[in-house]
């Protein structure tokens, strides 16, 4: 069985940086995409970040060139660097598998980002 347990989040400025992380067990075996989420209010949640087995990233446009994922199999974590964060970044910040397994959702960490 795969759980996510998110932590990390808070409210900051615009401009500022978080640095989220996202715990999980269960067989890495089965995860071949892992992922960062995210729903903003009154939005339906959408992937904005996706880590490979490869190595290899991806990142919705929204993020890129700000966000960067990256994960510790060692530790069972992962991570996603959030810089130069906007108001429009503000949400509920979950990981799972992509596409993400049903009964795996964590409680999310909220990011709030404000002047």
Same mark, same amino acid.
Do not use: H
């Given at each position: 069985? @795969?759980?996510?347990?998110?932590?990390?989040? =808070?409210?900051?400025?615009?401009?500022? !940086?978080? #640095?989220?992380?996202? &715990?999980? +067990?269960?067989?890495?075996?089965?995860?071949?995409?892992?992922?960062?989420?995210?729903?903003?209010?009154?939005?339906?949640?959408? @992937?904005?970040?996706?880590?490979?087995?490869? =190595?290899?990233?991806?990142?919705?446009? !929204?993020? #890129?060139?700000?966000? &960067?994922? +990256?994960?510790?199999?060692?530790?069972?974590?992962?991570?996603?660097?959030?810089?130069?964060?906007?108001?429009?970044?503000?949400?509920?910040?979950?990981?799972?598998?992509?596409?993400?397994?049903?009964?795996?959702?964590?409680?999310?960490?909220?990011?709030?980002?404000? +002047?």
């Amino acid at each position: 069985q @795969v759980q996510f347990v998110e932590s990390g989040g =808070g409210l900051v400025q615009p401009g500022e !940086s978080l #640095r989220l992380s996202c &715990a999980f +067990s269960g067989s890495l075996f089965s995860m071949s995409i892992l992922g960062w989420y995210r729903q903003a209010p009154g939005k339906q949640r959408e @992937v904005i970040a996706r880590f490979f087995r490869s =190595g290899g990233t991806n990142y919705a446009d !929204s993020v #890129r060139g700000r966000f &960067a994922i +990256s994960r510790d199999n060692a530790k069972n974590t992962m991570y996603l660097q959030m810089n130069g964060l906007k108001a429009t970044d503000t949400a509920a910040y979950y990981c799972n598998t992509v596409p993400p397994t049903s009964n795996a959702w964590g409680q999310g960490t909220q990011v709030t980002v404000s +002047s």
